[in-house]
């Protein structure tokens, strides 16, 4: 039992160790700041990258830590469980809070009127409803891969959100402009960490180690 204790304390150090270097900041960020600048184009096919720049950046992702983390810290392979946990818990978050956020916003492809009370509210809400979701994901993930700074963007999230739903001329209304600006906000600032954090991880860890 002991060994057994002992090891998921070295995974978790392991796993934490494994995202001092910032990248997961840079590409979250990043696809907040696509996102939230593709609300302000008029780009004919933008629904189509939505769905082609998260796989995308999952590739990016694993290229860049390959150049940039495992010369640094050294090659990280983690156990078969812990791997598929982690994977496992990642998806059903971000399919969970997909579902919520779709099933929320979809009064827009039918009659509104004819929506229930509680469909409505949340269209009411919608940029506290957005927040909150985003909160939740990054509050869930920051569990999941053990990466605590994850909590202070969710608390970031929650403020901009709520701020962009005072100061907004038509907050209430669901629109990708409305989106846009606070998630461009969040991802600047996360973009903007996530190269802090980077910039740490270099000066110590040098690539002699």
Known sequence: MSDDIDLKEIERRALTSYHEDGLLDIFMGGFLLFIGLSAFTEFEHRSILVYIVPPLGTLLYDRAKKLVTYPHLGY???TKE???RVARDAFIVLFVAGFVTLTGLFTGMGVPERAPWVILLLNRYNLLFQGGVLALIFLLL???????????YSVISLLVFSA???YLDSPFLVSLQNLGAPCVIIGTMMVGMGAYYLQGFLRRYPKEA
Do not use: I
């Open 76 to 78: 990280v392979r983690f």
């Open 142 to 152: 920051s569990t999941v891969m053990v990466v605590t700074r994850l909590r202070l």
């Open 164 to 166: 962009g739903y005072l």
């Open 82 to 84: 812990m791997r598929a």
